[in-house]
């Protein structure tokens, strides 16, 4: 487990808009319906191996980084694939890898990392089906900014 998680693919918490919209050419400035976010940055791609869109969303009231997830939608449900349930056991393995063991929710919905001096990544599954719905990786400082 790495003392602190301080964010994720080179976005940074506390960085302003124009910092963080400097870290990669292949991302997109897109208004947002987060409660308290102001906008957000987005981008396609591959994440531990399954397609996803990163969302970095800014603080309404700081302008800042405040969280950054990664979703991996699976609404089309990909029929007798599992894909809702892929997805969740494809990007379980490398964070465990990573992060060390975690703390589980009693309904086994959400899994979660701390790290010792600051930030928090959480795995949150939101499959309706095996084949639908969708899984969510969050990544948070302790405080906010």
């Given at each position: 487990m790495p003392d602190e998680i301080d964010g994720y693919g080179g976005y940074k918490f506390g960085m302003t808009l124009k910092e963080a919209d400097a870290v990669r050419d292949d991302d997109a400035v897109v208004s947002c319906?987060?409660?308290?976010?102001?906008?957000?940055?987005?981008?396609?791609?591959?994440?531990?191996?399954?397609?996803?869109?990163?969302?970095?969303?800014?603080?309404?009231?700081?302008?800042?980084?405040?969280?950054?997830?990664?979703?991996?939608?699976?609404?089309?449900?990909?029929?007798?694939?599992?894909?809702?349930?892929?997805?969740l056991e494809t990007i379980a393995t490398p964070l465990i890898d990573t992060y060390g063991k975690p703390r589980i929710s009693e309904d086994n919905s959400e899994i979660a990392w701390y790290a010792r001096r600051g930030g928090r990544v959480q795995l949150t599954k939101l499959c309706i089906t095996e084949d639908t719905g969708a899984v969510i990786v969050s990544y948070a400082p302790s405080e906010p900014f």
């Open positions: 319906d987060y409660v308290g976010v102001k906008t957000c940055i987005e981008r396609e791609g591959n994440f531990f191996g399954e397609k996803g869109v990163v969302t970095v969303q800014f603080d309404l009231k700081t302008n800042r980084v405040r969280q950054i997830l990664i979703t991996f939608r699976r609404l089309d449900g990909e029929k007798g694939q599992k894909a809702c349930r892929k997805v």
